[in-house]
């Protein structure tokens, strides 16, 4: 009696934690082919996501900046993609670092 309990116990535990890693939400992020770089969506919550980039040009790169996050594709390669960062409150923007002055844009968390 006491093991199936332990195994009730277990089993309780893990349904608890699984939907916990699974939830780590997902943005996607796209720059090129064209002079253009976007967020299909953007994070409005701190905590840890994971981003999705498709580079899609070798001279464009998407590069994230903003409270503890700083990553980036390469300027020269075409890429896919994926970071997982944590964000905390405040602006995050990222840009195209040869085309920063207009590939550009940013999200805020609050
Ligand atoms: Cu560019």
């Known amino acids: 009696m006491k093991r199936i309990v332990l195994a009730a ?3 309780t535990a893990l349904a608890a934690a699984l939907p916990a890693l699974a939830a780590t939400p997902t943005y996607k992020g796209t720059v090129g082919p064209g002079f253009t770089i976007t967020m299909a969506s953007k994070p409005t919550k701190a905590g840890k996501v994971r981003l999705v980039i498709a580079d899609k040009s070798n001279a464009h790169n998407f590069h994230l900046t903003g409270p503890g ?3 980036k594709t390469s300027v020269s390669a075409v890429s896919a993609s994926t970071f997982t960062v944590t964000l905390k409150k405040g602006t995050y923007t990222f840009i195209c670092d040869p085309h ?3 590939m550009k ?3 805020t968390v609050k």
């Open 100 to 102: 920063a002055s207009f």
């Open 69 to 71: 996050v700083n990553v």
């Open 9 to 11: 116990a277990l089993v």
């Open 105 to 107: 844009g940013s999200f």
